[in-house]
Nanobody, 119 residues
Framework: QVQLVESGGGLVQAGGSLRLSCGTSRSILNVNSNTMGWYRQAPGMQRELVANITSDGSTSYAASVKGRFTIWRDNAKNTVYLQLNSLKPEDAAVYYC???????????WGQGTQVTVSS
């Protein structure tokens, strides 16, 4: 199990921006092909895959965030970042970062960080 530590999140007005980061000290991510990213879950809603990025830099976004969110990673620091721009009230959720071999095989999860968007 890989421990991930998240930072960022908070309260922002609609249209504002936040940046999330998620890092780990485990070197496994520099050895094996992997993907890192975020899910989010709002109360009463299903968990949604927001964005992920593979170790070779390929990215994927949920349709609901494409064009507003940007994911990137620093492999030397085993850290992934998510820039959230043009935030909407419906983006409010707890965001959980993950590291995985594939989206079917997870190494570990972050503790979750709350994103609140006021209208």
């Amino acid at each position: 199990q890989v421990q991930l530590v998240e930072s960022g999140g908070g309260l922002v007005q609609a249209g504002g921006s936040l940046r999330l980061s998620c890092g780990t000290s485990r070197s496994i991510l520099n050895v094996n092909s992997n993907t890192m990213g975020w899910y989010r879950q709002a109360p009463g809603m299903q968990r949604e895959l927001v964005a992920n990025i593979t170790s070779d830099g390929s990215t994927s976004y949920a349709a609901s965030v494409k064009g507003r969110f940007t994911i990137w990673r620093d492999n030397a620091k085993n850290t992934v970042y998510l820039q959230l721009n043009s935030l909407k009230p419906e983006d409010a959720a707890v965001y959980y970062c993950f590291a995985a071999r594939t989206l079917l095989a997870y190494y570990g999860w972050g503790q979750g960080t709350q994103v609140t968007v006021s209208s």
